[in-house]
Structure formats: C-alpha cells, structure tokens
C-alpha cells in the first residue's frame, strides 16, 4: 500500500471536479442534483463550475458570504466521496440539506428536523472508525440551524437520526413482493422509543467524517414523510434550504466575532450579531 491516489491529478478532484479556487468555504450538501436551484434561489448569484455524474456543484454569495452546494446522490457511498473531495479543496464547514421521514408524532410533513447527532445504521462510515466512533453534528452548525429557523420562524425539531442505507428495507419499508427484512416490523418503534425523530440516508456518514477530519458539519432536513400518520408529500424544500443559506450567514458571523476576540472558538457568550 502506497498512499498515492489513482488520480495523478493533484487539484481538480476526480469525481466531483473541482479545484481549491471552484469552491468556498462551507457546502451545502443536498443529495438530488435537481435541488440545487432550490438552493441557490436564496442566494444573490450562483455560478454552476461542476457537472459529473450525481454530483453537480455550484458556487455563489449570499449576502456577501461565499458559498457553494454540491449534490452527492443517494446515500453514503456516494455522499462519502463528497465530503472526502470537498474536503480536499478545501471546503471547512459542510450541511446536508435533504429531505427525510419523520417517525414521532410531533415531527409533521413539512416540519424541519436540525440532526444533534445520528445513529451509524449505514456502512460507509465503518470503512473509516470503529462502529461505536459517535457521528456528532458541529456545535456551531446546530446552533447556526437553530438560530436561523427560528429567525424564519419555521417550525423545527433538533435530535438524533438514523442514517440507513436502503430506502426500503434498511427503513422499515417492505421490499419488492411485500419482501420484509429481520426486524424491519420493529425497527421503527424501537428508534421511537429511544427518542431517534428521523430517518435518511446520509447525514451519520457525512457527521462521521467531518469529526474525523475535524471539518464543521450538520444537517437540516424536511420531512416528506410522516412515518406515524402514513402521510408523505414533497414539501420543505425551500424551508431546508433557506435555513441552511442563512445558517451560513451566521456562521460567518460567528467566525468574525471570534477574530475579534480573544476566543479559541465561538461560544454563546460572544452572540451570533
């Protein structure tokens, strides 16, 4: 073993093509590359610098902030390979921007849920740590999600997700023929009662190696589906990603009020004004 990539090509990264000068430096991470223009809706402009398979980045400024978006497809497989390229170039501060499915009562079609910390049922970030490594979100980030959903004055919820990697099966869903895994018929309940509000598929993988490689990151997803009620509609997205623009904002607003202080990092005591 080398430790020398395959990619002979030291900067444009070999699946997501960018370089260190096509990117800022926080991400937003949605997984379908048709909601990016979601995204970039909140900003003031946005330039598309990269197109290759389910990843398609844009990079652009919101109020003056740079910031960039990069799809990363379905799953931790693939979202891995994001956060790892991004990473590369240079990108500190990462936040999954997605959609999922809601399994308390409290967590309506609609709602946002801001992830505190996830349950690792994806294989992706076993390749990289021990399976009881915990997948923690930035303390930053959570607190930028929160203060940003409540200046919208959005409804939000803020705790543990489950991270799977089937959308069927690995989420308690039957598979083809009314196919049903071992435990899918309680795995739900068994998340409700440990008080997990959320189920995807990408959010433990992106936490994971954003600790590993001391990269600031979270994520704020809509709920499409009610897991409770049995209701499930499209919806939120403009919510996810407007809290998700604005919690850039103030995440650059944090970084400034630790410049001009004398703090190591940003703490409540130095406001986010």
């Known amino acids: 073993m080398t430790g020398d990539s395959e990619d002979p090509n030291d900067e444009t990264q070999y699946h997501l093509e960018v370089g260190p000068e096509d990117v800022a430096d926080a991400a937003l991470l949605p997984g379908d590359p048709d909601r990016l223009e979601t995204i970039t809706d909140q900003w003031d402009d946005s330039t598309e610098v990269a197109r290759h398979r389910e990843y398609r980045t844009v990079t652009g400024r919101a109020d003056d902030v740079p910031i960039s978006a990069c799809s990363t497809g379905i799953g931790s497989p693939s979202a891995a390979i994001a956060v790892e390229e991004l990473a590369r170039v240079g990108v ?3 936040i999954r921007v997605g959609s999922c499915g809601g399994i308390q009562p ?6 946002l849920v801001i992830t505190s910390g996830a349950v690792r049922q994806e294989g992706t970030s ?3 740590v021990r399976s009881d490594y915990p997948a923690t979100a930035s303390h930053e980030v959570v607190t930028a999600l929160i203060a940003a959903a409540e200046r919208l004055d959005y409804e939000y919820h803020v705790g543990v997700t489950m991270s799977a990697d089937s959308f069927y099966a690995g989420q308690g869903r ?3 023929g009314g196919f049903e895994a071992a435990g899918s018929e309680t795995l739900l309940e068994e998340l409700r009662e440990v008080n997990v509000l959320n189920v995807e598929m990408e959010a433990s993988a992106i936490l994971t190696l954003a600790n590993v490689y001391g990269l600031r990151a979270g994520a704020v997803c809509s709920v499409y589906a009610d ?8 919806t939120g997205d403009d919510r996810a990603a407007e809290t998700a623009t604005l919690a850039v904002k103030l995440l650059a607003a944090m970084d400034d009020r630790v410049a001009a202080s004398d ?3 940003w703490h409540p ?3 986010i004004e």
């Open 106 to 111: 409290e967590t309506d079609v609609g709602d």
């Open 227 to 234: 897991r409770t009620s049995g209701e499930f509609r499209t």
């Open 174 to 176: 039957p598979g083809f």
């Open 263 to 265: 703090a190591d990092r």
């Open 126 to 128: 076993d390749e990289y």
């Open 92 to 94: 500190g501060t990462v």
């Open 269 to 271: 005591g130095l406001s």
